[in-house]
Nanobody
């Protein structure tokens, strides 16, 4: 059974940093794209970042502030979030795709974690 478990969310002031982790189990995703999405109350889930062996992709709203990395030995993906803004608030989900290149759409991901709350206060 495939499981993705996020951790590292919390409450932080604007300008602060958080590092999210997503540990995968049940299968290895070293050849697959792993992504981060977020969902604010009343809004649709939106793409944040994705990483694969071929590269990374970021939403324009987080470029230069967020960095995604992965440790294939640990089957874990990370999202380093710096210079956080109140508009970054939401539930952050990690996801795994069957594709090998970074993907930006929700329907391109097959497995999802339960999400971790990130709240940025002004």
């Amino acid at each position: 059974q495939v499981q993705l478990v996020e951790s590292g969310g919390g409450l932080v002031q604007a300008g602060g940093s958080l590092r999210l982790s997503c540990a995968a189990s049940g299968r290895t995703f070293s050849s697959n794209a792993l992504g981060w999405f977020r969902q604010a109350p009343g809004k649709q889930r939106e793409f944040v970042a994705a990483i694969s062996w071929s590269g990374t992709a970021y939403a324009d709203s987080v470029k230069g502030r967020f960095t995604s990395s992965r440790d294939n030995a640990k089957n874990t993906v990370y999202l380093q979030m710096n210079s956080l803004k109140p508009e970054d608030t939401g539930v952050y989900y990690c996801a795994a795709s069957f594709n090998s290149a970074p993907r930006t759409r929700v329907n391109e991901y097959a497995y999802w974690g339960q999400g971790t709350q990130v709240t940025v206060s002004s």
